[in-house]
């Protein structure tokens, strides 16, 4: 089956340290996503790639970092500059840039 | 019946009737827009989209309107079913990214 797996479902960190979402897709799709919802709102755009070793910064980009040195991987590093990290993390994946994203399951995330 | 919610948080619905959710856009440039069903702890399943060359698309028991003019769209759904509760999303594209509205939680009661 294709679809996008993102591990683990729930993950606990300590306040101080870094943690890194997996994000793997098996769609072949070039261009991929990573997405913040928090309780009761929307989602906001952290970072995206549109082809392997090339990423841009979204609308929330302070205290994430990413790498894509494969198409089928996006990993997301939330770092401690991240001030309030604890939430439900999206990835996402497209064939293009103007065509629909197919979503992960999510990660939540919880700092204390 | 209809239940409409002119863009509000929530819509209550009864098992049957017909829903019309509703959603305003920012960008009058923006030429794509998706609409998204999230269930409780999962990533948004896309249910339909539509592009700025279109006024209406149908899919099975869903359609979409669009009013560029008022830059609004709206997502109607026949017929509906409990398993239709879930908090839906409209999004659209801006320089090859997709901006997201805050939701609307849809119950139906049976």
């Known amino acids: 089956d294709g679809g996008i797996t993102q591990s683990p479902k729930y993950l606990f960190r300590k306040e101080g340290q870094n943690v890194t979402l997996s994000c793997e897709q098996n769609?072949?799709?070039?261009?991929m996503y990573w997405y913040r919802q928090d309780p009761g709102q929307g989602l906001r755009l952290i970072y995206y790639s549109q082809i392997v070793n090339d990423f841009q910064k979204g609308d929330i980009a302070e205290g994430y970092s990413v790498s894509r040195e494969k198409k089928e991987s996006f990993p997301l590093t939330v770092t401690s500059a991240q001030k309030n990290p604890t939430a439900f993390y999206l990835c996402?994946?497209?064939?293009?840039?103007?065509?629909?994203?197919?979503f992960g399951n999510g990660t939540r995330l919880t700092v204390t | 019946g209809e239940s409409v919610g002119l863009h509000l948080p929530t819509l209550s619905v009864q098992e049957g009737d017909n829903s019309i959710i509703n959603c305003a856009y920012s960008?009058?440039?923006?030429?794509?827009f998706i609409w998204y069903k999230q269930e409780s702890g999962k990533g948004p399943q896309f249910i339909i989209d539509?592009?700025?060359?279109?006024d209406k698309r149908q899919g099975q028991r869903v359609t979409v309107l669009l009013n560029k003019t008022v830059k609004h769209l709206s997502l109607q759904i026949a017929a509906t079913q409990p398993g239709d509760s879930a908090v839906y999303f409209c999004a659209e594209e801006n320089d090859y990214k997709l901006s997201f509205g805050a939701g609307t939680t849809v119950t139906v009661r049976a």
């Open positions: 960008n009058s440039a923006s030429d794509y």
């Open positions: 996402a994946s497209s064939i293009q840039a103007d065509s629909p994203l197919h």
């Open positions: 539509i592009r700025s060359n279109m």
């Open positions: 769609l072949n799709h070039d261009a």
